[in-house]
């Protein structure tokens, strides 16, 4: 899947190994796709393993596409490390739009059995998830919080942008006292995007750790966007069953971390050029991609120190 940079099943037979037919080649990754032993338990001990210690930030989102009029809608749950959102738990919805809140509790349950409380720095997340019930779970979980909340959410009797209506670009706003948002008590920071958005946060942080962690957010459009059209191209996958789809995305996840790891390590060697424009000229995750590419294809003497790295955790993110 790394060297095919693909899930597509014609692409990926051309990079197996031996002389067989093609088609005994696809039956091959079909069977890939089918193995009941891809549980959610071996994918998430794979990748707790890498996480570093101490407390981590976790980032909640959908990414969604169709296939013909099959709507294919991943809810996934991760932790924002070195500018990615790294996929922990993750669910195929059986339906287009947004996720309900039964959906997203047991996402986040599912987690915590691994993953004590007490190792979250905190929750980031878009509008959509919001509601009086999801945010009252997460406080008895003593997960703190950081969600954006609509422009038209009623915050103390009034609407957000009645309270922040005159909020200048740049500019960033609390309320003076905790206020009642979704039937819970918390403090409400807003701020202006240079776009014009009024982008207000119902949080438990402190204003500062708010706007600095809720920027992290945008991660997991780095790895939505990494796992599809810039890196697998998982949205040419044919496949449509739920538990199907879960385990590819499992195995994707799993290439795709392996390249963000070796990336990471490899940026800490030769870092990556930086262009005249002031951004990089590539992504961790496509620096680690070549190197582990031209290890699997070429330099078979370096690659048993690439597998022992992607047995190692990435180091502190405070670090990166």
Not at 76 to 98: E, F
Not at 248 to 266: D, E, I, P, T, Y
């Amino acid at each position: 899947m790394v060297t095919a940079k693909s899930v597509n099943q014609s692409d990926l037979c051309a990079h197996l190994p031996g002389a067989r037919a093609i088609d005994a080649k696809k039956r091959r990754v079909e069977r890939g796709c089918r193995d009941p032993q891809l549980t959610e338990s071996v994918f998430l001990a794979f990748l707790l393993a890498l996480l570093p210690p101490g407390k981590l930030l976790l980032s909640i989102d959908r990414t969604t596409w169709k296939r013909g009029k099959s709507p294919l809608n991943l809810l996934v749950l991760g932790v924002v490390l070195h500018g990615y959102t790294v996929p922990l738990v993750w669910t195929a919805l059986d339906h287009d739009g947004n996720s309900g809140t039964v959906r997203r509790i047991q996402l986040v349950s599912r987690l915590l059995r691994a993953l004590p409380a007490g190792r979250w720095k905190g929750l980031v997340a878009d509008r959509e998830f919001i509601g009086g019930e999801w945010f009252r779970f997460l406080r008895r979980k003593g997960i703190k919080r950081a969600i954006r909340i609509r422009k038209n959410a009623v915050v103390d009797e009034l609407r957000v942008d009645t309270w922040f209506g005159d909020l200048q670009v740049g500019e960033v706003r609390c309320l003076a006292e905790r206020a009642n948002v979704y039937g819970e008590v918390m403090p409400v920071v807003a701020t202006r995007s240079p776009a014009g958005d009024l982008v207000a946060i119902a949080t438990d942080l402190s204003v500062w750790d708010t706007c600095v962690l809720y920027r992290a957010r945008w991660s997991v459009a780095c790895t939505f966007g990494s796992v599809k059209s810039r890196g697998f191209d998982l949205e040419r996958t044919g496949i449509t069953c739920p538990d199907r789809l879960e385990r590819l995305f499992g195995l994707v996840v799993m290439a795709w971390v392996s390249c963000l790891r070796v990336g990471v390590w490899h940026q800490a060697q030769v870092p990556i050029m930086v262009k005249a424009h002031g951004r990089s000229a590539m992504s961790l995750v496509r620096y680690g991609a070549e190197q582990l590419c031209n290890a699997l294809r070429w330099n078979l003497t370096g690659l048993p120190e690439l597998i022992r790295l992607l047995s190692m955790p990435f180091h502190a993110p405070d670090a990166a």
